[in-house]
């Protein structure tokens, strides 16, 4: 199995850049899809964006499209979400997860879930 840990969360003002990064420790990590996830105080959980390691392939949520780029670097196992162009409503506990199989967008798909870092946008 896979156990995702988030780092790089924290508070940034409105307009600013952060990079989160998913390490992802286990065995043949590189047969898993890596998504990523926020939940906002008072909302659920929402897709933000997702990855293959093989294909390279990604997915991104309407909402982050042009702002948001999902990256891997299989060296390091390791998963990034450069946020830029951020905004007060990007505040939220983002969650790295992890499933075995092709991308897909609903959190129900994935298995392996990291604890979250939290994001704070300032306006």
């Known amino acids: 199995q896979v156990q995702p840990v988030e780092s790089g969360g924290g508070l940034v003002q409105a307009g600013g850049s952060l990079r989160l990064s998913c390490a992802a420790s286990?065995?043949?990590?590189?047969?898993?899809?890596m998504g990523w996830f926020r939940q906002a105080p008072g909302k659920e959980r929402e897709f933000v964006a997702a990855m293959t390691w093989g294909g390279g392939s990604t997915i991104y949520a309407n909402f982050v499209k042009g702002r948001f780029t999902i990256s891997g670097d299989t060296a390091k196992s390791t998963v990034y979400l450069q946020m830029s162009s951020l905004k007060p409503e990007d505040t939220a506990v983002y969650y790295c997860?992890?499933?075995?199989?092709?991308?897909?967008?609903?959190?129900?798909?994935?298995?392996?879930w990291g604890q979250g870092t939290q994001v704070t946008v300032s306006s």
């Open positions: 997860a992890a499933r075995l199989g092709p991308l897909a967008l609903v959190q129900g798909a994935f298995h392996y």
């Open positions: 286990g065995r043949a990590f590189s047969s898993y899809s």
